[in-house]
């Protein structure tokens, strides 16, 4: 009795052992990591759609070329956190799902750049102090999105790397019904990236290379006539 007792217990450890080889709890794990990795991203983008509201009071005295590139931003920004485009953990082996939502916020951070960019034209905007926090916030919000796509991407390779290799492959495929899931790429250079802009309202009115020298000249030109 005390025998067949230990053999089943033996024969149950290593049941157990060999389901744990094959991937019965790795696979799980890597793929909550994995969604928990995304969530911070949407919660990153997202972070920066919530600060584009405080652009648009900064910058509604500027030019009517500025007023129009933040209709862009505004229009970008409503179609980047359109509901149908969002993604939960589930749509993560969906690339054509995960291809719509990087050309929305890809476009939302290009628009956002080019404002940006523009409001270099302007001293008087740039010195306001509500602008410079705007700054702070925004190039503070484009590393927290640049760190959350990195985690992301990482734990998308350990997942499909788990779910590709023998034993795990076994549980991934007839247990879990695993599917690899698709990294986030990076975009276009510049359009996730917040410029740097250079605050000091002195530079917007420094002359131009060269002006004083055709002044001088000028007036050498003048005193000879």
């Known amino acids: 009795m005390k025998r067949a007792t230990a053999i089943r217990t033996a024969f149950a450890a290593a049941a157990a052992l060999a389901l744990s080889a094959c991937g ?3 696979v ?15 919660a990153a983008f997202q972070e920066r759609a919530n600060l584009i509201p405080n652009l648009e009071q900064i910058t509604m005295s500027s030019a ?11 229009s970008a ?9 969002q993604m939960d953990g589930d749509d993560l082996n969906n ?3 995960m291809q719509q939502y990087q050309q929305a916020q890809n476009t939302l951070g290009g628009a956002l750049s ?7 034209r302007y001293p008087e905007l740039r010195s306001q102090e509500n602008f410079g926090r705007f700054m702070t916030q925004i190039e503070g919000q484009e590393n927290r999105i640049r760190v959350a796509i990195r985690d992301y991407n990482e734990a998308v390779r350990q997942y499909n790397t788990t779910i590709r290799t023998f034993p795990d492959t076994i549980g991934a495929n007839i247990i879990h019904g695993a599917e690899p899931m698709v990294p986030y790429e990076a975009a276009t250079e510049g ?7 250079d605050m000091r309202s ?4 420094a002359p131009a290379v060269g002006a004083n020298d055709n002044a001088t000249a000028d007036q050498r030109e003048a005193v000879a006539n």
């Open 95 to 97: 690339p054509e799902a």
């Open 191 to 197: 359009a996730e990236v917040a410029p740097e802009l």
């Open 28 to 42: 799980p794990t890597a793929e909550e990591n994995a969604k928990a990795k995304w969530a911070d991203v949407e």
């Open 202 to 205: 002195d530079n917007a009115t």
């Open 77 to 85: 920004r409503a179609s980047a956190t359109r509901p149908e485009i």
């Open 114 to 120: 080019r404002l940006l960019v523009s409001v270099e």
């Open 24 to 26: 019965i709890n790795s």
């Open 64 to 74: 009517e070329q500025e007023r129009q590139t933040l209709n862009e931003v505004i």
